[in-house]
């Protein structure tokens, strides 16, 4: 059974930086596709960022600069640095695997963390 948990996350100040974790358990490949997405109160879901196993990754415009996400195969871990926040950055963040590895259809998701910048 595939899964996908998160870490990481939590209250910061406008300006600083966070780092959240992902890490895919239950699959033995390492070709799959891996997106942050974000959903603050009454919005709908916005997509951070995407890392096919190719390392081709799509930065959504509100974080391209700030936001960095990287990978460890060895791990199956991906990592999103949030640096230089902002209070729009506030929402519960959410990784999710495509197995497909097209970036497209997302069928495992984790559990949500929340992120929160303060002024």
């Known amino acids: 059974q595939v899964q996908v948990v998160e870490s990481g996350g939590g209250s910061v100040q406008s300006g600083g930086s966070l780092r959240l974790s992902c890490s895919v358990f239950g699959y033995a490949y390492s070709s799959y596709c891996m997106g942050w997405f974000r959903q603050a109160p009454g919005k709908e879901r916005e997509g951070v960022v995407t890392?096919?196993?190719?390392?081709?990754?799509t930065y959504g415009d509100s974080v391209k600069g700030r936001f960095t996400i990287s990978q460890d195969n060895a791990k199956n871990t991906v990592y999103l640095q949030m640096n230089s926040l902002k209070p729009e950055d506030t929402a519960v963040y959410y990784c999710?695997?495509?197995?497909?590895?097209?970036?497209?259809?997302?069928?495992?998701w984790g559990q949500g963390t929340q992120v929160t910048v303060s002024t």
């Open positions: 999710a695997a495509d197995l497909t590895n097209r970036c497209a259809v997302y069928g495992y």
């Open positions: 890392m096919d196993s190719d390392g081709d990754t």
